[in-house]
């Protein structure tokens, strides 16, 4: 793929396949209405998702969904169970199995009750089309993995940012997506006081994962089996490396505003008993106890944060 075009149909961006991909399992046809996304897709595929969904119907890579996966995706099964019964229709059984009753037993009121339920699937054209998406984006997400892997920022920030003009939306100035090298150097320097007892290898994997989160590259980076303690596996640990840089990141920023105390809250489940104990007073910015604390003995690690107080 060269300049973010599809090699099997150069009016295909990346975009283009971004919003095809979304169909590979069927879904309902996104008729638009909220403006914010609409206004970013319309940039991207300069064109509405309407005509883009229209273009891939006409280039047959979008078919209707048969009728069984339409009733399946609208109703949920309090309501198949309700048409079922005034059916006089059995409704026990799996929810597949009350929306196959009801097709099989009242096709036509099916039929209308899904009439203006617009749900489309990937042609098998289209799903050879949209494997050409899939096939990008696990070569960013393995480029920038590899580069984290070998401590190489720069380079897992330059493909990710590569990936992102490819897309071609627009930067979202209350939610920027664009890469924070900065942030990076922070993950790849943080080392915890909670996670003290785990050793460099480790702490370079969790790293890593945290990096990559970092980069907005969605997925777990981390082994389900890995356990750094007895409250903390390693998705948790990557929680408290993450947590690390956001907690120093709010200290410099309250610094910067010329807050001098803060105070330290727990999360909405409550705080353990160690963090309970810190919570009780106003603290000074250069004596505040590091978050995550390093004495939390939660399951999952520690979740508290800090916030400013006021003169």
Known sequence: MTSAQSKTNPTWTLAHLMLLNKYVRGRQVDLGGNAHWDQHWLVALRESIQDTTKRFVESGLLEECPLLDRVTCKFNQIALKQMLRERGLKVSGRKDELAN?????????????????????????????????????????????????????????????????????????????????????????????????????????????????????????????LEI???????????????????????????????????????ADGPCTRCEAIQSKTWKLISVPELPYEHCTSEGGCRCCYIAVLD
Do not use: H
């Not at 910067?256 to 727990?266: L, S």
């Open 229 to 267: 303690s007895p409250t903390l596996d390693g998705v948790s640990a990557v929680g408290m490396i993450i947590s690390k840089v956001q907690s120093d990141r709010n200290l410099e920023g309250y610094k910067q505003g010329g807050v001098t105390q803060v105070k330290v809250i727990g999360s």
């Open 101 to 225: 009753r009801l097709v099989a037993t009242d096709r036509d009121g099916m039929l209308e009750a899904t009439r203006e339920y617009v749900m489309m699937r990937c042609t098998e054209k289209g799903l050879q089309l949209a494997k050409e998406f899939s096939a990008r984006t696990e070569e960013m997400q393995q480029t920038a993995l590899q580069a984290l892997r070998r401590k190489d920022l720069e380079t897992a920030v330059r493909c990710v940012c590569q990936y992102q003009d490819e897309l071609g939306f627009p930067e979202d100035p209350t939610f920027p997506t664009r890469p924070d090298i900065a942030a990076l150097r922070r993950i790849f320097s943080a080392k915890p006081k909670i996670l003290c007892p785990v050793g460099d290898e480790v702490l370079d994997t969790l790293r890593v994962a945290a990096g990559m989160a970092f980069l907005g590259i969605k997925g777990q980076w981390i082994s389900d089996d």
